[in-house]
């Protein structure tokens, strides 16, 4: 079993560029592992290394919510690229998303799995948990529902943020960290096109929702 991937660089994070999401998801997916979310506005800022993501390809594939067109719940996904999609699942969980490809054109990457850097001790009372020691961290935000949770992440509070902004509260950063071996497998947890290999994780690293 692997290690986990680093320390935050919090003083050095910049926010990505909207640049940086306005391109395939396969190729945001990829580049995503290793950067970091942050959400501030609380009572501490919460932050955690990116470590798996699947890629959504638009109206042309069949999982992914753009498929049904561009209805007022899927509207984030047509652009403009690096705002959060957040949907609701099985009537407890929400997930995040965030737009990829130039706008009008639909695209995004679902977050599976986070590393947490900062804020542990609010993400686990955010799920309701009690820390006995590193072995439990994987239970914060090993999982889309978790992360979610972690982060206090809603479709209400966020759908449609901008997260290439730290003034919306929920953002994602670029530190200088550098990813090892990255790993490409099939989706997981779906029924359409679940053969195409479209989910990105870190190898070998403890925070990934199915290794």
């Known amino acids: 079993m692997g290690k986990p991937s680093s320390e935050a660089g919090s003083s050095e994070m910049h926010p990505l560029d909207r640049s940086f999401f ?11 592992l290793g950067k970091v979310l942050v959400r501030d506005g609380g009572k501490a800022r919460l932050a955690a290394r990116v470590v798996e993501v699947e890629a959504y390809l638009g109206k042309n594939d069949p999982a992914s919510h ?3 067109g561009n209805t007022a719940r899927t509207a984030v996904l047509f652009g403009p690229p ?6 609701f699942i099985y009537g407890a969980h929400y997930c995040l998303n965030v ?6 054109k639909a695209g995004g990457v679902l977050f599976r799995a986070l590393e947490p850097l900062l804020g542990m001790e609010e993400m686990a009372r955010a799920r309701h948990l009690t820390l006995q020691g590193p072995r439990d961290l994987p239970r914060l ?21 901008d997260l290439t902004s730290p003034g919306s509260g929920l953002w994602i950063g670029e530190d200088g960290f550098r ?5 490409i ?3 997981i947890g779906i029924t359409k096109a679940a053969d195409r290999r479209l989910r990105y994780i870190l190898a070998g690293n403890v925070f990934v929702s199915r290794r």
């Open 179 to 183: 990813t090892g071996r990255i790993q």
């Open 66 to 68: 753009s498929a049904a």
């Open 141 to 161: 935000t090993s999982g889309p529902g978790r992360l979610a949770e972690a982060f206090g992440i809603t479709r209400t509070r966020d759908n449609g943020g």
């Open 22 to 32: 306005a391109r395939g998801p396969r190729r945001v997916a990829r580049e995503l």
């Open 185 to 187: 497998t099939p989706r």
């Open 99 to 104: 737009s990829c490809e130039r706008d009008g």
């Open 82 to 87: 690096g705002h959060a999609y957040v949907y």
